[in-house]
C-alpha cells in the first residue's frame, strides 16, 4: 500500500477521523466497510458545489445550459482523470477478484472513489472544507469549460441544425449487428433524405453508433451548406 500520508498532502486536508478516509478508499469487494454510504453523500454534495459555481460564474447561461455544463464536469471520465492526478488507484482497497481484474484502473470505481473521498471530507471538516477540496480537485477544469452549445450530442445539434433550416429530422437504422453478447458492434446509418446525404457508422452499442453517425453527418452537412453558401 502506497503513503497515505503523500495523499492526504495531495488533498491538502488532514482528517481528524483517519477511518473515513480508509472507508472512502475500500471498495464493496474488500467487505462491508466500503465507500458506497460516503459516495452517495460526496455525489451529492459534489453536485451541488458544481452546480453553484456554474450558476455563479455563467451568468448568461439558461437551466439547459447549466445543466449540461455541470453533466461534463461531473461525468466518469472527468472524475476518473481527476482520480488519476492523484494516483488514487495505488491507494484503493479491493478484493481479490476486483485486484486481479484491474480495478484499480476501472473508470468507473476510480470515479466513485474521487466522490466517496469528498463525502468523507465532508463528514471530517465541514462544508467549507469541503468546497474548498472540489475546487482544488477541479482546478481551471471549470474556468476553461467550452460554450455550453458545444457540449451538446451530435445527435442533438445535427437535429437542432435541420430544424433550423426547415428540413425532416434525420433518419436512423440499425443495418448490421454483429459479435457476442459481451462484445457486440453495431452499424448504423444516419441519412437525410431530403439533401440525398447518407453516412454509416459503427460502434460498441446502438447508442454510440447512432452519436458516431450524426457526427458524421454533421461534417457532411457542413461541408455541402458551406458549398452552397459560397
Same mark, same amino acid.
Given at each position: ?13 488532514? *482528517?481528524?477521523? =483517519?477511518?473515513?478516509?480508509? !472507508? ?14 460516503? =459516495?452517495?453523500?460526496?455525489?451529492? *454534495?459534489?453536485? *451541488?458545489?458544481?452546480?453553484? #459555481? ?21 461525468? =466518469? ?7 488519476? !492526478? ?11 477478484? #476486483? ?57 442533438? @445539434? ?17 443495418? #448490421? ?8 458492434? *453495431? ?12 453516412? @454509416?457508422?459503427?460502434?460498441?452499442? @446502438?447508442?454510440? /453508433?447512432?452519436?458516431?453517425? /450524426?457526427?458524421?453527418?454533421? #461534417?457532411?452537412?457542413? %461541408? %455541402? ?6
Amino acid at each position: 500500500m502506497a503513503d497515505i500520508g503523500i495523499l492526504t498532502k495531495r488533498l491538502d486536508h488532514q *482528517f481528524s477521523d =483517519e477511518g473515513l478516509l480508509d !472507508e472512502a478508499l475500500s471498495h464493496r469487494s474488500s467487505g462491508s466497510h466500503n465507500y458506497e454510504r460516503l =459516495e452517495f453523500l460526496g455525489d451529492s *454534495f459534489l453536485n *451541488f458545489v458544481i452546480a453553484s #459555481e456554474l450558476y455563479q460564474r455563467r451568468t448568461d447561461e439558461d437551466e439547459g445550459a447549466l445543466s449540461r455544463l455541470r453533466a461534463s464536469l461531473v461525468r =466518469e471520465s472527468t472524475l476518473a482523470d481527476i482520480a488519476r !492526478e492523484l494516483d488514487l488507484g495505488e491507494y484503493l482497497k479491493l478484493g481479490v477478484g #476486483e485486484l486481479r481484474s484491474g480495478g484499480f484502473r476501472r473508470d468507473s470505481i476510480l470515479s466513485d472513489v474521487v466522490e466517496s473521498i469528498i463525502g468523507a471530507v465532508l463528514l471530517d471538516a465541514g462544508h467549507d472544507t469541503a468546497r474548498a477540496l472540489v475546487l482544488r480537485l477541479y482546478g481551471d477544469r471549470i474556468d476553461t469549460l467550452p460554450p455550453s452549445a458545444e457540449l451538446k450530442d451530435p445527435k442533438t @445539434r445535427l437535429q437542432e441544425l435541420l430544424q433550423g433550416r426547415s428540413y425532416a429530422r434525420p433518419e436512423y437504422e440499425v443495418i #448490421e449487428a454483429s459479435g457476442k453478447s459481451h462484445d457486440m458492434r *453495431f452499424t448504423v446509418a444516419c441519412t437525410l433524405p431530403e439533401l440525398s446525404l447518407k453516412v @454509416r457508422a459503427t460502434a460498441t452499442s @446502438r447508442r454510440k /453508433a447512432e452519436q458516431a453517425a /450524426a457526427a458524421l453527418m454533421l #461534417e457532411d452537412l457542413h %461541408q %455541402q451548406l458551406s458549398a452552397q453558401s459560397g
